[in-house]
């Protein structure tokens, strides 16, 4: 019997590991954000883009030829979610440069950065919710002390 949403264990797992992987570079960004500042810290955003684009590539459909990761609503789903988050990086990245080239003190520039990432997990947590894989995650948030 096919579960309720269409998805399988293993596409379940293959669409959790996206939603997990943007949790680690967030709490990366959050880190390299305190200790080394906004400048640094994008890079942890346009690694995942990086990451993103190679890992939908590898999401494309395939030919008979080669096995499949997961069932082809699982692949086509993870491709969509990888081409959001790397827009997403792209677009975060490009307001965390603008802030550092803002007026805003550096407290200022730290704190719009951080509500930026949280806006990215707090996305992330909703695409989980909405495909129905939240049982497949843990809650994640993000830590730093000042």
């Given at each position: 019997m096919a579960p309720a949403n269409g998805l399988g264990p293993s596409d379940r797992k293959l669409l959790?590991?996206?939603?997990?992987?943007?949790?680690?570079?967030?709490?990366a960004f959050v880190s390299i954000l305190m200790e080394r500042g906004p400048e640094e810290a994008a890079g942890a955003l346009d690694d995942l883009a990086r990451w993103s684009a190679a890992r939908r590539r590898a999401l494309a459909p395939r030919s008979t030829r080669r096995p499949r990761v997961a069932a082809p609503p699982a692949q086509r789903i993870g491709r969509e979610l990888l081409d959001d988050v790397e827009t997403f990086c792209l677009a975060a990245g490009a307001m965390v440069a603008r802030l550092t080239s803002s007026s805003l003190d550096?407290?200022?520039?730290?704190?719009?950065a951080l509500s930026i990432v949280e806006g990215f997990l707090a996305w992330t947590n909703l695409m989980a919710a909405q495909l129905g894989i939240t049982r497949s995650l843990k809650p994640q948030t993000l830590w730093f002390e000042r």
């Open positions: 959790a590991g996206i939603i997990h992987q943007v949790w680690r570079t967030c709490q550096s407290a200022e520039v730290e704190e719009e």
